[in-house]
């Protein structure tokens, strides 16, 4: 199956709903709306065609949504993922309104994990193998910080830790005992589907294959867990990559993201 339409049906069918919120430490339901809260104060929105609501429907939904996690004051951050396939008129404007920043567009990528699966030549020095231990987890996740945002956090090595608790694996490679490019598989419990996320190759690293040999390795291991399907919100950094392997672009998707506003000092 390669026809844009039918992935993206399975993807809708699979993937929607209350999978977008495993490994929430709670969830719940508002109207068409699921709302996880993860650890380390994480919030997360998702909906579909938003009940067949108006503009002035769709605001009232988006303010009852922030409200909802706004209140609970371990929430710091929230994500609200779009998709532009999605019958949400006016969502972008409410969103907007509501203090939420839309973050770069991403394209929805689908394939079969054996399009990924090849035997990939890497560079003198370099080797690739999954996480093992957690500090293995900690490295990958301080060297992705250190291209997506220029420093390490610290709680974002407890979320990775948490998601290979629930059955995600790291994938890292390496060059003179330091982790040039990362990566993640997850695998969606009940679904043909994993995810491959997380991508981060060192710049000085970039254009010599690395990544492509990384995403070889997670296919595989895919493929032994009987995963029929990967997907996987690409930047423009990988989606040609996957493209050429044969993956197919089915819709995009934007975050927005709303942080709690600081509070002056008395």
């Known amino acids: 199956m390669t026809d844009a339409s039918a992935l993206l049906a399975a993807y809708d069918a699979q993937l929607r709903g209350e999978h977008e919120a495993i490994g929430a430490e709670r969830r719940f339901r508002l109207g068409p709306l699921w709302i996880g809260v993860f ?11 938003l009940g067949g609501l108006d503009p002035r429907g ?3 939904l988006v303010r009852a949504a922030t409200a909802f996690l706004a209140v609970d004051p371990a929430v710091q951050e ?34 079969g994990a054996e399009l990924l699966a090849l035997d ?8 690739v193998r999954r996480a093992e231990t957690d500090e293995d987890v900690r490295r990958a996740s301080y060297a992705a910080d ?18 290979v608790a ?18 993640r598989l997850e695998p969606v419990p009940g679904t043909d589907f994993a995810g491959i996320w997380g991508g981060a190759t060192d710049p000085a690293w970039r254009g010599r294959g690395i990544y492509r040999a990384l995403t070889a390795e997670r296919a595989r291991s895919a493929l032994a867990r009987g995963v029929r399907w990967i997907n996987s919100d690409s930047t423009e950094f990988s989606r040609p990559i996957l493209e050429r392997s044969g993956f197919v672009k ?12 600081a509070v002056s000092p008395a």
């Open 166 to 183: 629930r059955g995600a694996e790291v994938w890292i490679a390496e060059a003179d005992g330091e982790v040039v490019c990362s990566g």
């Open 120 to 127: 990939l030549p890497l560079p003198d020095g370099v080797t």
């Open 39 to 49: 650890a380390e104060g994480r919030g997360f929105i998702s909906g579909r065609d």
């Open 78 to 111: 929230v994500e609200w993922k779009t998709r532009a396939h999605d019958a949400a008129g006016g969502l972008h404007e409410a969103l907007v309104e509501a203090g939420f920043v839309p973050q770069e567009p991403e394209s929805i990528m689908i394939g």
């Open 250 to 261: 089915v819709s995009a998707t934007t975050p927005y993201e709303w942080h709690r506003p």
């Open 146 to 163: 250190r291209v997506f945002e220029g420093e390490p956090r610290e709680e974002r090595v407890a979320d990775l830790l948490g998601r």
């Open 58 to 60: 769709v605001r009232a």
